[in-house]
């Protein structure tokens, strides 16, 4: 099946710092997603983007689908970012649109 | 905006005992999913579901899962005789034909 490769698998920022998240895949992809997972388990949907690039206030993500790889970037980091950054795909051979999550980036946010 | 909603939000159970994790889906959506997670670890699929049956399991889905749609809107994962290593967090995810998963916010088993 399809394989999920992030990096870093953790960061250590000082709050107010710039970072960049990388999730590259082994497979052509119908749908990849960015999730934040919060301290109480929950998955929070960041960005739905099998290609091009999105922004949501603070955060951005862009896929090149081409080159099989999506990048998250966290601008200016609060200690709120704090937590595990998950990237998911679903493979374009894929039955059923599972999706596959990679490792997770532990990000930590320092004051 | 409408949501995937699990219950219990936490379940604790002995050792050998039966559980059902219930979901409720988006209610439009077509396609049904669970996926595992052990503390620490990433995320697992255990199971896809479409059009009343299984469409897709992973090798952790053996003969002590099973899943079901008993009444239209709710879809349930059980786990027969539970183990220790079943301790984990289940999330239920759905999704309408070429969108996004919408994922619940997780029941976390404790197997004792």
């Known amino acids: 099946g399809i394989q999920v490769e992030q990096s870093p698998p953790d960061l250590i920022l000082q709050e107010g710092a710039n970072s960049t998240l990388r999730c590259n895949f082994s497979d052509s992809v119908n749908n990849l997603q960015w999730f934040h997972q919060n301290p109480w388990g929950q998955l929070i949907n960041l960005f739905y983007?099998?290609?091009g690039t999105k922004q949501n206030g603070r955060l951005s993500a862009t896929t090149v689908a081409t080159e099989r790889y999506s990048l998250l970037y966290i601008s200016s980091s609060q200690t709120t970012d704090s937590g595990v950054y998950f990237c998911a795909v679903e493979g374009m051979n894929t039955n059923a649109g599972k999706s596959t999550f990679g490792d997770g980036t532990t990000l930590t946010v320092k004051p | 905006e409408p949501e995937v909603t699990q219950t219990p939000s936490h379940q604790v159970t002995q050792m050998g005992q039966e559980v059902i994790l219930r979901c409720v889906p988006i209610?439009?959506?077509?396609?049904f999913y669970w996926y595992r997670q052990i503390l620490g670890q990433k995320v697992e699929f255990l199971v896809s579901?479409?059009?009343?049956?299984?469409?897709?399991k992973s090798e952790i889905f053996d003969d002590q899962f099973s899943v079901e749609r008993p009444d239209g809107s709710n879809f349930t994962l059980k786990i027969r005789s539970t183990k220790l290593e079943d301790s984990a967090m289940y999330f239920c995810?759905?999704?309408?034909?070429?969108?996004?998963?919408?994922f619940g916010d997780g029941t976390r088993l404790s197997i004792l």
């Open positions: 983007i099998p290609s």
């Open positions: 209610s439009n959506h077509l396609y």
């Open positions: 579901f479409y059009n009343n049956e299984i469409s897709e």
């Open positions: 995810a759905s999704r309408a034909t070429g969108q996004p998963q919408h």
